[in-house]
């Protein structure tokens, strides 16, 4: 082999460096794309109105569970309260809101008459230990990793579609912090 042929074969130290910048530019735009992707799966919203729906999210339920919680931020951007009237879902027979709160030292949960005010300039939690949705008579078990969607009826912003994400068994709805 000549000498010439050899030395045509090795890149120039700048032709190198070139390659090296160019796959390490590659390398960063996938783990952006991945971490944006995951932002997405993790932090969904919805908007109606002036309301925004945030990060609607279940926990995965055992086999043979019959009823499943739900949980989201509602964010009134507006100058009028708002009300939640009414949630419905195919991965249940019925939802309903309902309020956990302690009378007497001991734990209740009840349902929630009358719809759940989003006060104008506000923000309600549905979160477990507090306000919170039940699907009642589930057709399906929510599996982690998994969405379904249900309707929530507002009174004056209207109707609204949103995606579950189904969090794990043990899960406390951390990811909702970051949602909003």
Not at 81 to 90: N, P
Not at 151 to 168: H, I, N, P, R
Request: charged share 20%.
């Amino acid at each position: 082999m000549s000498r010439s042929f050899r030395n045509a074969a090795r890149p120039t130290p700048g032709a190198l460096r070139h390659r090296i910048e160019e796959r390490l530019g590659i390398a960063v735009f996938t783990l952006a794309l991945l971490f944006l992707c995951a932002q997405t799966v993790f932090a969904h919203e919805f908007k109606i109105g002036d309301l925004e729906i945030g990060h609607p999210w279940s926990r995965a339920t055992p086999a043979g569970a019959k009823v499943a919680g739900g949980y989201f931020t509602i964010t009134n951007k507006g100058g009028t309260a708002d009300r939640l009237l009414s949630i419905s879902s195919d991965i249940s027979d019925k939802a309903e809101l309902h309020e956990m709160g302690v009378e007497d030292g001991v734990m209740t949960m009840r349902p929630v008459a009358g719809g759940l005010e989003i006060p104008a300039g506000g923000k309600v939690a549905l979160a477990p230990g507090g306000y919170h949705l039940m699907f009642v008579g589930l057709k399906r078990q929510p599996k982690q990793g998994e969405t379904f969607s249900a309707t929530l009826t507002f009174e004056k912003a209207g109707v609204v579609s949103v995606d579950f994400a189904v969090e794990g068994m043990g899960e406390t709805g951390a990811m909702d912090d970051h949602a909003n």
